[in-house]
């Protein structure tokens, strides 16, 4: 990013943003492993997925509303603060030897809370922050950091961490947490406050109606309704695919347990080479062209994985699906970001994100299903097949034309106050 004013607080907001995504890091490996001291119940293990997902369903909208109406500083601490009193509550039950199914329940819960707030209101602040021309780089750094830290180095440390003492883990990740706070709090007033504050008062009945805005504005757009469409066919193909990969990994390619921490890291891998070139893929290739081109090649990667030819082969597409799929979602943000007022972001984003991340339920369903009375690898194909039908579907709205169309109407002041994209 070029040397700017707006330079030191996007450093800033990267740094507080990667304390927290370490300490989720860490949460992702010791909580299920903490889990599995309690009970082996695989229906029970799995809830916490499920309770910390919970938050999206419904609480987004929520958060998304206080994004816009608080200030987005406070709201990111507030996040953080939550997260800190949950991984200090886990710390204390496991030292006190009280550790229970529903307090994990309980901390995903709150885990998944604290990412709807800070994700909205991060994701909302982070316009003010940078240049426009910067944001596509600025999210490419975050989605990155957030690989890395959430796939790479967070889980091995946290498993470290708990195999040296179990409440480790969950003390470091807390600390991470103060930091991020510390750090957040170092960002500037006067670019923090780039946008006016909300005169109506903080009430259920104002919190209701802010909600009911977003929403209205984000079915408005063909844009985004599109665009959500796409995440959520993404999502749900993953939830359904790799949610039995390792059945496809055992049962269907053989391989032991070293190749299949190979195949979960060929994906990783590929995702923070995709985070890597984003930025320059966003500038050398049409914004249609490329999400056209992204989904089609993450399809094709889906049904390769599902033809199982070899180990090497899985392990080639998992990492060019990963490639892929980190790509689009930059430049998916950035857009979003570019052609959606600021003052009404969060809540717009909410309501995409609650399309989007709402598929990740059906879609784990839908897969299990498939292969249960289909086979394996027919989940895969089904995955692939759907994303492709997908591609070409959304083609009429999100092809480069209509796009550049888009872009260039958010860029007007009037166009950019009004209440549609067209």
Do not use: H
């Amino acid at each position: 990013m070029d040397p700017e004013p707006s330079r030191r607080p996007f450093l800033t907001l990267w740094a507080a943003t990667t304390t927290s995504n370490l300490s989720d890091g860490i949460s992702l490996a010791a909580a299920p492993l903490l889990a599995a001291t309690v009970t082996r119940d695989p229906a029970l293990i799995a809830g916490i997925t499920v309770a910390q997902r919970t938050p999206w369903l419904v609480l987004a909208s929520i958060s998304g509303a206080l994004a816009d109406r608080l200030d987005r500083k406070r709201v990111a601490q507030a996040a953080n603060w939550i997260r800190v009193a949950a991984f200090m509550t886990l710390a204390l039950a496991v030292l006190g030897d009280s550790v229970s199914m529903p307090l994990l329940y309980g901390f995903f819960f709150a885990i998944g809370t604290a990412e709807t707030l800070y994700d909205s209101s991060s994701s909302a602040w982070l316009p003010t922050l940078v240049a426009p021309d910067d944001l596509g780089r600025a999210n490419g750094r975050l989605q990155t950091t957030f690989v890395i830290c959430n796939e790479f180095v967070g889980p091995p440390m946290g498993g470290l961490l708990f195999a040296f003492a179990a409440a480790a883990p969950f003390v470091l990740g807390a600390s991470g947490y103060l930091a991020a706070i510390g750090l957040l709090a170092l960002i500037p007033t006067a670019t923090r406050d780039r946008r006016k504050p909300s005169e109506k008062p903080l009430t259920v009945k104002n919190i209701a109606t802010d909600i009911a805005v977003g929403a209205r504005w984000y079915w408005a757009s063909p844009t985004l309704r599109s665009l959500s469409f796409v995440a959520a066919m993404g999502n749900a193909v993953s939830a359904a695919t790799y949610g039995i990969l390792v059945l496809l990994a055992t049962d269907v390619l053989g391989v032991t347990s070293s190749w299949y921490g190979a195949l979960l890291a060929a994906g990783a891998i590929g995702a923070v080479v995709g985070g890597l070139v984003a930025g320059k893929m966003g500038e050398w290739i049409p914004l249609g062209t490329l999400i056209l081109v992204t989904n089609l090649l993450s399809a094709g990667s889906t049904i390769g994985m599902g033809l199982a030819i070899s180990p090497a082969a899985t392990v080639a597409f998992m990492a060019l699906d990963g490639f892929v799929v980190l790509i689009q979602a930059i430049q998916v943000v950035t857009l979003r970001q570019q052609i959606v007022p600021n003052d009404v972001i969060g809540r717009v984003t909410a309501a995409y994100r609650s399309v989007a991340v709402g598929a990740f339920t059906v879609g784990g369903i839908a897969g299990g299903l498939v292969a249960k009375f289909f086979g394996i690898p027919a989940a895969f194909y089904a995955g692939g097949t759907a994303m492709a039908i997908t591609a070409f579907a959304v083609l009429p709205v999100l092809n480069n034309k209509r796009l550049a169309q888009v872009k260039r109407e958010a860029t007007d002041p009037e166009e950019a106050s009004g209440a549609l994209i067209r």
